[in-house]
Structure formats: structure tokens, C-alpha cells
């Protein structure tokens, strides 16, 4: 059963990702979602470089909230991880979800991406 959950999300993932291109004007925000953890990061595909990078994992986010893998640990992520790419000089971003539902976690770091000032 888990394994046929993962090979649709990995289906939804590529026909997603058919239709989106990161460029280094508008980079394409990938993310990771796992039961203990988030990860997101900034790609500009045409010349294969990731930009950005930060997880829940990450010092600064872990010692705000206990648990990484809540709707509270995405908002922190989304929060800092905008204001992470507005610093680097991004404000347009291509959100790629992976294949993942839009609730939960993943609504959550979009909403706090747009609030930190990102556009998609």
C-alpha cells in the first residue's frame, strides 16, 4: 500500500515537473516533505545549480519549535527560508510541490513563502 502511495506521488511529481522550469530569474522552489522533517530548495535548472537550500533540520529552525515535521516547523521554514532568497536577490519563484497534496505542511510553507515577501 505505501509503496503504491509513492509510486503515484512520484508520477504526479513528473508530470509537474514537465511543465516547470527554474531560471535564474524565476528559480523553481523544490520540496521534500518526510514524516520527521522539511526540505526546500531554490533551483535554477538551466544550468543545474541549486541556489538555496534549507530543511527543518537546520539549527536556527530546530531550536524554535521541538518537533520538525508539524504545520508550525513549515511556517517557520517558509519564513526564514524567504527571507533567505529575497536576501540572495529572488522574489519570483516556480513552487514545485512534488507531487504532494496542497494542505497540510506544504499549505502552510506556501503561505508563509507569499507572507516573507516571495510571488508565485
Known sequence: MAIEKKIKRLA????????IRGTSDCPRLAVFRSLK?????????????????????????????????NVKAANLLGEEFARLAIAKGVKTIAFDRSGYAYHGRVKALAEALRKGGLVF
Not at 504526479?12 to 511543465?19: G, N, S, T
Not at 544550468?47 to 515535521?69: F, N, P, Q, R, V
Open 12 to 19: 504526479r511529481h513528473a508530470r509537474i515537473r514537465a511543465k
Open 37 to 69: 522533517n522539511m526540505q526546500v530548495q531554490l533551483i535554477d535548472d538551466m544550468s543545474a545549480k541549486t541556489m538555496l537550500a534549507l530543511s527543518t533540520a537546520a539549527k536556527d529552525i530546530k531550536e524554535k519549535c521541538a518537533y520538525a515535521g
